[in-house]
């Protein structure tokens, strides 16, 4: 079984920076994509970056490339970050980290098979 808990959010003024953890466990988590994905109050869960086993292959959504980072640390527990600059208001949205049985990374939320709980980011203008 495969248990993801978000951490990092917060309360920030529009421009600020956040760094957002997922830490996995399980036996073989360390061979598994990641993926974060966020939802914001009356909308859809949307992609927001996603990182293959090894962190050498990375994908963005569009409107988070050049200003989130995603990368992993393998070494001992597995851990994702998602590393967020030049916040917008727009980014407010609660979190979540997801992973699937497959070393390929997808950026469809319905091919992942596993959810953290989500950590709220708020943005203020």
């Known amino acids: 079984q495969v248990h993801l808990v978000e951490s990092g959010g917060g309360l920030v003024q529009a421009g600020d920076s956040l760094r957002l953890s997922c830490a996995a466990s399980g036996r073989t988590v360390g061979f598994y994509a990641v993926g974060w994905f966020r939802q914001a109050p009356g909308k859809e869960r949307e992609f927001v970056a996603a990182?293959?086993?090894?962190?050498?292959?990375?994908?963005y959504a569009d409107s988070m490339k050049g200003r989130f980072t995603i990368s992993r640390d393998n070494a001992r527990n597995t851990t994702v970050y998602l590393e967020m600059n030049s916040l917008k208001p727009e980014d407010t949205a609660v979190y979540y980290c997801?992973?699937?049985?497959?070393?390929?990374?997808?950026?469809?939320?319905?091919?992942?098979?596993?959810w953290g709980q989500g950590t709220q980011v708020t943005v203020s203008s």
């Open positions: 997801a992973t699937r049985r497959n070393v390929a990374i997808v950026t469809e939320g319905a091919e992942y098979e596993f």
């Open positions: 990182i293959n086993w090894s962190g050498r292959s990375t994908d």
